[in-house]
DNA sequence: ATATTTAAGTTCAAAAAATGAACTTGTCAA
DNA sequence: TTGACAAGTTCATTTTTTGAACTTAAATAT
């Protein structure tokens, strides 16, 4: 496979990582998702270059991850704003997030609020049945096309 | 920030991507979790330069990521092995395979059980209190530390 | 015992992508 | 109407990736 056949994998995984696994890409959405909206905002957070943030921005729109609009109160001013599509990848930045506090910082640094009861969420899976947190090893993925299981 | 600095970033979400966030490293690690575990395997399944491969898999283990055993019924032959860590790692490619199956293919091609009750798992984050899956809206991540919040 | 194949790499030149600085264009504010 | 700022583009340099050929060691076949 050559890198830029992912989006035609027969792996939803793969065809993710066409989205969202280009150098960068992951650290800008971390910004919509904090509310950072604007091309210098991003350049002033990452310390990318130009050109990539660009070529990024345009490949995350054309993907339907996000959208370009004009500022209301300052037009030739723009927002990159999450779309529905977009904002569905909260879980697997949250899951990085999980993953990072635990193995990669000398403390934890977040707790995760669920808004609507207000308990903490640990970011980790759940079984739906008997409600216990998924280890790692038990879930199997069953493949139900082509696909290869995970 | 530099790239190479992600590592010692304030941010989870960015030290995760200083693990896996090279071109291919994901990848990689979803053969691992498939039990491919081989030099010869990763590059038939993904198709990558021997040499990257070489460095992915050089970091991968410098990171503790993964681990690089002998072939008991034969020398000479290798073997990278999840770590504990490693294999933490799955609910990131779960939610990237949910994410995908949802958006990037015709119709799903997964399904996800869990081995001790058998039942079909939706890759979603769930709330341990209210038992609701977590829409993206619903959670907001609270700073305990320096580190800027999601 | 020797030759051949296979696995797991390394090396290196060419191509592609990222980088950083300078330049452009359109608003807004003084 | 001048100056500053936001949002880019352009382009030369550097870094990374790629793909092919080469290396080394162990297993297998002759």
Redesign the pocket.
Known sequence: M???ELKTEPCSVARTLSVIG???TILILRECFRKNT????FEAALG?????L??R?KTLQEDGVLEKKINPE?????DYILTKKGRDLRPVLLTMLAWGDQYMMDKPTMIVKHTLCGCDIVPELYCPKCQNKLEAEETRVVEVTQSSPL
Chains 1, 2 share one sequence.
Do not use: I, Q, T, Y
């Open positions: 050559k890198w830029d280009e150098k960068w604007r091309f210098d905002g990318l270059p130009r050109a990539v660009s070529a921005l300052h037009a030739g001013r723009f």
